[in-house]
């Protein structure tokens, strides 16, 4: 494949990873080198040898998500380029997927043309944000009424997420704190300062901005 981008696609729908694998090879500048159902199958391929210049992940998938799959590439192949299928569009999911060295957004809905543009930008100039996704990383610099910049407030920590998580389990709090390795009282500390960070008020609240911002998957 002289001269061709080779590329990785992993999303748990068939037909839509099908799809999306001819309208690719279709470009002519690319090939579509390995396909997978989730990330534990995409990682596998790329440790077997089967290593592409570009990855398109769809964000919520089993067994190993897009946002851990673009945090293993970070970590081992650092020269892949990693675009996230995502419909989350939160200045928290963009902050998550920018930490793990995410290098474009794509919505599942773009035009073939934007999709070409997207691969061929990744590829030259290491990242692609369309205007759309430019204005909402802009945002996060803002300042809001408290004097503080919104990417202050949405920067969770790992501890933080690891507590989202099984909050939004059916485990007691008293089990999170098991699981955690942590006295109940710092699990209620850890709580109730989310509760002020998020402006929620309950553990239903906990789950629903979970599940809103990708953190959990349902």
């Known amino acids: 494949m002289p ?7 992993a ?3 068939v037909l839509l990873r099908d ?3 001819t309208l690719i090879d ?13 990330g534990e199958e995409l990682i596998k391929a790329m ?3 089967q290593v592409p210049d570009v990855l398109i992940l769809d964000l919520n998938m089993p067994k190993i998500s ?12 650092p020269e892949i380029r990693v675009l996230m299928l995502t419909m989350y569009d939160s200045e928290l999911s963009l902050i998550r997927l920018l930490q793990a060295g995410v290098k474009g957004f794509l919505k599942k809905d773009i035009h073939p043309d934007e999709l ?20 909402r990383i802009a945002q996060l610099f803002r300042v809001n009424d408290e004097g503080k910049m919104v990417l202050q407030k949405n ?17 007691t709090y008293k089990e999170v704190a098991q699981q955690m390795g942590l006295n109940p009282r710092a699990v209620d500390g850890l709580r109730d300062q989310l509760f002020v960070k998020l402006d929620i008020k309950s553990r239903v609240g906990l789950a629903i901005f979970a599940i809103r911002h990708g953190i959990v998957n349902v």
Do not use: P, R
């Open 19 to 21: 799809a999306l694998a």
């Open 66 to 77: 897009g946002w851990e799959v673009a945090t293993w590439v970070q970590e081992h192949q």
């Open 155 to 171: 920067l969770l920590s790992e501890q933080e997420l690891a507590f989202l998580k099984l909050a939004c389990s059916e485990l």
């Open 116 to 135: 070409k543009q997207a691969i061929q930008t990744v590829m030259d100039t290491g990242y692609y944000y369309s205007n759309y996704t430019s204005s």
């Open 11 to 13: 999303d748990d729908h």
């Open 26 to 38: 279709g470009f002519g500048n690319c090939q579509v080198i390995v396909k997978a159902s989730n």
């Open 3 to 9: 001269n061709k981008i080779k590329i990785g696609l």
């Open 47 to 49: 440790q077997n040898g």
